[in-house]
């Protein structure tokens, strides 16, 4: 049996059986097309040959993701060929699916960190009691101080104010503790935050730091989110830019970019494994180029 015969039928199948749409259809025919143009008989390669394939179109420059569209198609093809007693064996059942890279996360700059920090504080200073300028103020200021998760944050229990307010104890992901550091500006705010906070009888009996009327009883992340692009709106900021999760990439990236270690910096994240970290490898290369280029003897100097 010929390749176009076999892959017609493949096709024929996914039509029938699994409503494939033309479009659908016409993608696998390609797929199937320039496989069997590289490996030859489509119908009885083996799994080196499929592999090779695999390291072919990597080398032609085809994204991860495009790799692994080629190879599902390959799998579903030869799954057919299989139930169809072509063949007595599947080639693709022990080829591994290439690894998608981490998309690098988005950062935020350290001036439009700041702008949006001096932002908070402005307005909680114009407006010293308005319980809502006063929570964006403590919660942007911790956030960036402390780099939790935007669950931690808005979850934080009443008590951890309560103790020594240089730091704040955090229960994350595993019920796992740790301890992390705040800064004077974030003290700052959340004494001016548990102070208003104190005063509000609505919320005098929550167990919660940062109290609301929700099913959780605080602060809903989405609310929040919400929140942060109208302050990086109004701090002249694209919307587009900001999340609370881009507030902890910041704050990850500019401690390295600062001179913090790497471990330091997976244990401030609350990250378990060192590899996810890693994501921030990027920031520290280009610490070290410039810290070679600035002090290295052999470095070049301009003239």
Do not use: C
Not at 54 to 77: M, Y
């Amino acid at each position: 049996m010929r390749d176009s015969v076999r892959i017609e039928a493949f096709l024929e199948m996914m039509s029938a059986e699994r409503g494939a749409a033309a479009n659908t259809l016409a993608s696998y025919r390609r797929d199937l097309d320039d496989a069997a143009e590289v490996v030859g008989d489509l119908g009885s390669a083996d799994t080196a040959a499929l592999r090779a394939y695999l390291g072919d179109i990597a080398s032609r420059g085809f994204a991860a993701t495009s790799q692994a569209r080629k190879l599902s198609v390959l799998r579903q093809f030869y799954k057919f060929l299989y139930s169809e007693g072509v063949r007595p064996d599947d080639p693709t059942g022990t080829l591994d699916a290439p690894r998608k890279e981490r998309p690098l996360p988005k950062i935020l700059g350290e001036a439009e960190t700041s702008r949006l920090l001096d932002r908070a504080a402005t307005e909680a200073a114009e407006k010293p009691h308005d319980p809502q300028a006063v929570r964006m103020h403590a919660l942007v200021e911790v956030l960036y101080a402390t780099g939790l998760r935007v669950s931690e944050l808005v979850g934080l229990p009443l008590s951890v104010a309560m103790r020594d307010e240089r730091f704040f104890v955090v229960t994350g992901k595993g019920n796992k503790e740790r301890l992390v550091p705040l800064s004077p500006k974030a003290r700052t705010a959340m004494r001016a935050w548990h102070a208003i906070r104190a005063k509000a009888p609505a919320f005098a009996e929550s167990p919660f730091l940062f109290p609301a009327a929700s099913d959780s009883g605080f602060l809903a992340r989405q609310v929040f989110a919400r929140d942060l692009k109208a302050l990086a709106a109004r701090a002249g900021i694209s919307a587009a830019k900001i999340s609370p999760h881009v507030i902890r990439h910041a704050f990850a990236s500019h401690l390295l970019q600062n001179g913090a270690d790497l471990r330091a910096v997976q244990q401030l994240l609350g990250h378990a494994d060192i590899s996810t970290t890693q994501i921030y490898t990027h920031v520290l290369e280009e610490r070290l180029v410039r810290l070679v280029n600035d002090h290295h003897p052999l470095a070049d100097t301009p003239s």
